[in-house]
């Protein structure tokens, strides 16, 4: 007779201790101490680590206020349905289907109507790492931009990675803050804002297109560069340089091209760009760069009309014509400093800064996404070395817990230890 197979071993059963931990150990390591100071109360709480993750976190880091999180923490002890427990908390249904990876900060105030709440079930990802990540732009995006935009972002599938990555999403974010808000400065810089018909496509192009103008802020810093040949008008066109953001901007507009995104050009401090116009209307558009024998005299390189179509001659006779008429100097191919640059930058990203990191986006994310000239200078601050270099850490967003929160979650854990020891 053959020998009989092996029996497959059998798996051991969990302890409670090991179960316990498995539970705790689920959620972010700044919340572990005040959960498991709230599960040690009633092993109902703690089966909502398996159960309904969010309404044990939204408990322990001191959702809501304290009535309805004490009413919430009783039905669950008393055994009432979990749906019950988050209405008293007003803690939005959709919430349960995220793991307990997911919350890396205290949950906001999310909206519960049917709409979202379809939307988001319908795009919980199932692996934690992918829901942590997700859930972390759904909730900077709603405090960001509001619920029209997450709503928006919530129904497109590439919102992870390697669809969209981190910058790929900030960049998004600012993107759609500037659509919706017509003071900032960059608002008119668009070419095209967000609105909740616009296609994920498109809204990338237009991201790009926005990123490209807002380059210019930094080539174009600093005092009012030379620009080597003077305005003029000639055989009834008028020729005039083009010195500022807001000129390159209308001017790529007005001409279907793209001197809109001439920022590296510009930056290095040798070429110029003018404008032939005929009764106020672009015409056509010249370059003009150094001779390659010659870096002391300025050339012209093309004259293009709209769309980068070519420019008719009467257009090529007014040029150089006008070119033949300039008395030439010697002429500043300076670049653009790193210190104007630097300046720029921070003033243009302001008030963006102040906005997003009130939503949730801790000053190293901006700073690497956006460049570290974007930080906001904190005045009359002087931070010790290793301070700078912990705020530089690539820490998840929330991990602070204040004493006021400390106070609230320790709130229904007293209650109950009071109610078992008969007081």
């Known amino acids: 007779m053959a020998p009989a197979a092996p029996r497959p071993l059998e798996p051991m059963a969990e302890t409670v201790t090991e179960r316990r931990m498995r539970r705790l150990n689920a959620f ?6 005040y959960i498991a100071g709230l599960t040690s109360c009633a092993p109902a709480v703690e089966d909502l680590a398996d159960s309904y993750p969010a309404l044990l976190f939204a408990l322990a880091t001191g959702y809501g206020n304290v009535r309805r999180r004490q009413a919430a923490f009783e039905a669950v002890v008393g055994g009432e349905s979990l749906k019950l427990a ?5 803690l939005p249904i959709w919430l349960r289907r995220l793991p307990a990876q997911a919350f890396a900060q205290p949950l906001p105030l999310l909206p519960s109507d049917e709409e979202f709440a379809v939307a988001a079930a319908n ?4 692996h934690p790492r992918d829901a942590a990540i997700w859930f972390d732009r759904l909730i900077v995006s709603h405090r960001l931009a509001g619920r029209e935009f997450s709503l928006w972002c919530l129904r497109e ?3 992870l990675p390697p669809h969209t990555s981190d910058e790929d999403m900030q960049w998004l974010l600012a993107w759609a803050w500037a659509s919706l808000n ?3 400065e960059g608002h008119r810089l668009l070419r095209g804002a967000w609105t909740p018909a616009i296609g994920w496509k498109r809204a990338r192009d237009e991201v790009a297109i926005w990123r490209k103008r807002i380059d210019l802020v930094g080539a174009l810093a600093g005092e009012m560069r030379d620009p080597w040949l003077r305005n003029a008008h000639i055989a009834g066109l008028e020729i005039v340089a083009l010195r500022t953001v807001d000129d390159f901007v209308g001017e790529s507009v007005a001409m279907e091209n793209c001197l809109d995104q ?3 050009h510009l930056a290095y401090g040798r070429v110029r760009i003018f404008s032939v116009r005929r009764d106020g209307r672009s015409i056509a558009d010249v370059e003009v760069t150094l001779k390659p024998d010659d870096a002391g005299t300025p050339c012209i390189s093309q004259v293009r009309g709209p769309r980068n179509r070519r420019a008719p ?7 150089h014509a006008w070119l033949a008429a300039q008395t030439f100097q010697a002429i500043d191919v300076s670049s653009t400093s790193a210190q104007a640059t630097r300046e720029a930058f921070r003033r243009f990203w302001e008030p963006y800064v102040g906005a997003a990191e009130s939503a949730g986006l801790p000053p190293h994310v901006l700073s690497r996404v956006l460049g570290r000239d974007a930080r906001r200078a904190k005045p009359n601050t002087l931070m010790p070395p290793d301070v700078e270099r912990l705020l530089d850490q690539d820490v998840r967003i929330g991990a602070r817990t204040t004493g006021q929160e400390r106070a609230v979650f320790a709130h ?5 230890r009071r109610a078992r020891a008969g007081g």
């Open 28 to 33: 972010p390591q700044p919340y572990r101490k």
């Open 86 to 90: 988050a209405g008293l908390l007003e």
């Open 123 to 126: 795009r919980v990802p199932a």
């Open 157 to 159: 599938p590439r919102m």
């Open 182 to 184: 017509p003071d900032f």
């Open 262 to 264: 001439y920022a590296a």
């Open 313 to 319: 001659p009467a257009v090529w006779q007014a040029v």
């Open 412 to 416: 229904p854990v007293h209650h109950v």
